[in-house]
């Protein structure tokens, strides 16, 4: 037996809350293109971005640690996939589409340069002039432009709802533009618990990697009031020893539920609480209505400030940043200098690219892994590095 698309729309009509965004009512692709016979099309958004040149590229671009430090950190893509499982389970929970909120999260980060957050301000810095540089504005340039797959379109087509998630991903790392997209709407439950998915996933695993690598003290992390919740949970007490690798992975497991289960609560009882019967609903309440509840998002800001100041500020993370900072600046540099070093094909596009050469070295650069970055960088700068 063959399950059809047509049943798996019906399915949705039955099994997805009156809130959800169903496949059925979405607003369509840029580029009409015939339905597929048994997979539903945000099932297809999903794995257009899956297949992307661009997804393939995280594996090597850094979350905070560069690949070269060690293969058991987080890099871009394996965030990506902890975002995207994050995110499908409060999708199931509240009742919501699970592929869309996967497409969605497995795409937010398709437009990060390398180096994590150090090569965006790098990019940004150097493109000043020229209309700058943001991660989220080049993930949608990816998805809609810069990924050349299909002869009949640029970019993958995808529906709307993927886009509108994308341009509306909204947390303390992002810049919203959603003047194309209805910014007098917010955005379908999918898209907002995506970006809870998203800093529950950042916030978390840094606090794992910097456990892990040493540059977190065991004894800071528990004076935390999350921690001091989660230790709680476990039985334990202050005295629990977080530099012990099974006692580790078991406190990061509880903090990570513990998120989860707050945030599909909170997110519940706003819904109760504004009278969300519909979609329709939702997009027309004043404020996201995802959320953590009030004790927790204090916790969280603690936490995000408690990063800040002992892990990426960190002196170890801080010369990984200015190394990379240096090898960009450098790469740039010699590309706007001259752009007969670029790949033949690069160099084709400068008559044609809005922003001109400027926007073309960018693209180039931003497109990077980490590894390539390096390996560029010695290509161009090491008389003994073969070209």
């Given at each position: 037996m063959q399950v059809t698309r047509q049943e798996l729309e019906d399915r949705e009509?039955?099994?997805?809350?009156?809130f959800a965004m169903r496949n059925s009512r979405s607003r369509g692709r840029l580029y009409p293109e015939d339905e597929h016979p048994y997979r539903t099309a945000y099932q297809r958004d999903r794995d257009r971005i899956?297949?992307?040149?661009?997804?393939?590229?995280?594996?090597?671009?850094t979350q905070v640690f560069v690949y070269s430090e060690g293969d058991h950190y987080r890099n871009r893509?394996?965030?990506?996939?902890?975002?995207?499982?994050?995110?499908?389970?409060m999708a199931r929970a509240l009742g919501c589409n699970e592929d869309l909120i996967e497409?969605?999260?497995?795409?937010?980060?398709?437009?990060?340069?390398?180096?994590?957050?150090t090569g965006e301000t790098t990019l940004n810095s150097l493109m000043a002039d020229h209309d700058g540089y943001d991660h989220q504005k080049q993930t949608y340039r990816i998805i809609t432009e810069l990924e050349r797959r299909y002869p009949e379109h640029p970019g993958l087509n995808l529906t709307?709802?993927?886009?509108?998630?994308?341009v509306k991903h909204d947390t303390s790392y992002d810049i919203v533009d959603a003047r194309d997209y209805c910014p007098e709407?917010?955005?379908?439950?999918?898209?907002q618990l995506s970006n809870l998915a998203d800093e529950i996933a950042y916030n978390t695993s840094d606090?794992?990697?910097?456990?892990?690598?040493?540059?977190?003290?065991?004894?800071?992390?528990?004076?935390?009031?999350?921690a001091r919740r989660v230790l709680a949970s476990l039985g334990m007490t202050g005295s629990a020893d977080l530099n012990d690798e099974l006692t580790r992975h078991r406190f990061i497991r509880r903090l990570v539920g513990t998120e989860v289960s707050d945030a599909i609560g909170a997110t519940g009882a706003g819904l109760v609480a504004q009278g969300v019967e519909s979609l329709e609903d939702l997009r027309n309440l004043p404020e996201n209505v995802a959320c953590y509840s009030a004790e927790l998002a204090e916790e969280n800001q603690e936490l995000k400030g408690f990063l800040y100041q002992n892990f990426y500020r960190h002196y170890r993370?801080?010369?990984?940043?200015?190394?990379?900072?240096?090898?960009?600046?450098?790469?740039?540099?010699?590309?706007?200098?001259?752009?007969e070093q670029l790949p033949t094909a690069t160099q084709e596009r400068i008559d044609t690219q809005p922003g001109g050469l400027h926007r073309v070295v960018c693209d180039y650069i931003a497109g990077m892994t980490d590894r390539f970055a390096v390996l560029e960088y010695k290509r161009l700068f090491d008389p003994e590095e073969r070209v």
């Open positions: 009509e039955v099994a997805l809350a009156p899956i297949h992307t040149t661009a997804f393939r590229r995280l594996e090597y671009k893509l394996t965030h990506s996939i902890e975002v995207a499982q994050i995110g499908r389970t497409a969605i999260c497995l795409a937010h980060d398709l437009g990060h340069p390398p180096f994590g957050h709307y709802e993927v886009r509108e998630g994308v709407e917010k955005g379908t439950l999918e898209c606090l794992d990697d910097g456990l892990r690598a040493g540059i977190l003290q065991a004894k800071a992390v528990q004076e935390l009031a999350i993370v801080v010369r990984m940043a200015s190394k990379a900072d240096r090898i960009l600046r450098r790469l740039f540099d010699a590309f706007v200098t001259e752009p």
